[in-house]
């Protein structure tokens, strides 16, 4: 009876050895695994950094883009209002204003535009050359007015 208390004993601390060495590694294992998750959350706050100053970046380029787009809307407002104010003169202002820029030569015509003002020499409207060419009857419109210098109030 007494080798079987030995025994049971022996048993025993060996199991207290093993729980101990369980415990151990399971304690390692657990320091290795905070050690992990701060690893991640310093990965995490790096990245949320970089996309702050992506989104800084992005903010940035937009809004220069959107400011180069108003100014570029504005220069053709502009451009527009003064095209518009040349087109409504009377005829007789815009004779004038060719008459005292006889030095300054006539933009080259494009083909369209010499197009366009050959077939109105030939006696075809301003519908019928847009049908024809395949463009807009405004743009005809607009050609031929700028081209003839034709008087307030005239048909095309």
Same mark, same amino acid.
């Given at each position: 009876m007494n080798y079987i208390n030995? =025994? =049971?004993t022996i048993v025993g601390i060996g199991m207290i050895i093993i729980s101990l060495f369980l415990i151990a590694s399971d304690k390692i294992r657990g320091e290795g695994i905070y050690y992990d998750l701060y690893?991640?959350?310093?990965?995490?706050?790096?990245?949320?950094?970089?996309?702050?100053? *992506? %989104?800084?970046?992005? %903010?940035?380029?937009?809004? %220069? %883009? *959107?400011?180069? *787009?108003?100014?570029?809307?504005?220069? *053709?407002?502009?451009s527009y209002s003064n095209n518009e104010k040349e087109i409504n003169k009377p005829a007789a202002n815009i004779d004038e204003s060719r008459k005292s820029n006889k030095d300054v030569p006539a933009p080259p015509k494009t083909k369209k535009e010499k197009d366009i003002l050959d077939l109105f020499s030939k006696g075809m409207n301003a519908d019928d050359i847009a049908k024809k060419l395949q463009i807009g009857k405004g743009e005809v419109s607009l050609i031929l007015s700028l081209n003839s210098g034709v008087k307030n109030n005239e048909i095309i």
């Open positions: 030995y =025994l =049971l690893m991640k959350e310093q990965e995490i706050k790096k990245a949320i950094a970089d996309a702050e100053e *992506i %989104v800084g970046e992005l %903010v940035y380029t937009s809004e %220069v %883009v *959107i400011n180069d *787009i108003e100014e570029h809307i504005s220069s *053709i407002k502009q």
